[in-house]
């Protein structure tokens, strides 16, 4: 079974400029995450999905940041502009329905370096 | 709200040595605990998990157990190995079903 794939890996990109990253979950979850991860520290939640809607955007810089999870599968995370303190791994992430006690899957994260 | 704690690293060892990384958590409610492992190059993997309280979580040597009395989840291993070297993040999850994370710690073994 395909675990969480993100694309790209690696993009680097100067400041203002805008980007995407792109996340399929495991098949049938219907929960996907998109975690901010800062070099040297632990990964916080951007946005929460139940299927395609957000039920938990609080920590989203909505500014800059937009997210969107059409027909509940794959999920797209953007910046606009960005800049350089957006410089860290973007992590997506898909659980199923087991309340607290399932397990995050996490894909590879996309780590970004803003010029 | 909820967070939680973990030792700073890096924390060195030689292979074969014992390994205790400390992580407290606050939370309400009845929050399940995890523990992820981080291995160089790749990504976040779940190492074990507890989801009451005096459950203890085994997996690949490793072990913790879920103190609700102290609000700890400590790791811990017998005898590490080279491989066991990756950064090690403490978390939780409560109601919302948001996964709460610790600041990570970095281990490195050295044979």
């Known amino acids: 079974e395909a675990g969480v794939v993100q694309s790209p890996r690696y993009k680097i990109i100067e400041k203002k400029q805008p980007v995407a990253f792109w996340c399929n979950p495991i098949?049938?979850?219907?929960?996907l995450y998109w975690y901010l991860q800062n070099l040297g520290q632990g990964p916080e939640l951007l946005i929460r999905y139940e299927n395609e809607e957000a039920v938990d955007d609080s920590q989203l810089p909505k500014d800059r940041f937009s997210a969107e999870r059409l027909k509940g599968v794959d999920s797209t995370l953007k910046i606009q502009p960005a800049e350089l303190g957006d410089s860290a791994v973007y992590l997506c992430?898909?659980?199923?329905?087991?309340?607290?006690?399932?397990?995050?899957?996490f894909g590879e994260g996309s780590r970004l370096t803003v010029l | 709200g909820n967070s939680v704690t973990q030792m700073e690293g890096p924390v060195t060892l030689s292979e074969e040595a014992f390994l205790t990384i400390n992580c407290t958590y606050t939370?309400?409610?009845?929050?399940?605990l995890f523990w992820y492992v981080q291995y160089p190059g790749e990504g976040l993997q779940l190492l074990l998990k507890?989801?009451?309280?005096?459950d203890k979580g085994s997996n690949k040597g490793f072990e913790a157990t879920y103190r609700k009395e102290t609000t700890s989840f400590h790791l811990e291993k017998g005898s590490v190995q080279v491989s066991d070297s990756a950064v090690y993040f403490c978390?939780?999850?409560?109601?919302?079903?948001?996964?709460?994370f610790g600041g990570g710690t970095r281990v490195l073994v050295k044979p």
């Open positions: 978390a939780l999850r409560a109601a919302g079903n948001k996964l709460t």
């Open positions: 098949s049938g979850h219907n929960t």
């Open positions: 939370a309400t409610g009845y929050p399940s």
């Open positions: 507890a989801t009451k309280a005096d």
């Open positions: 992430a898909s659980s199923s329905g087991q309340g607290t006690s399932g397990e995050l899957f």
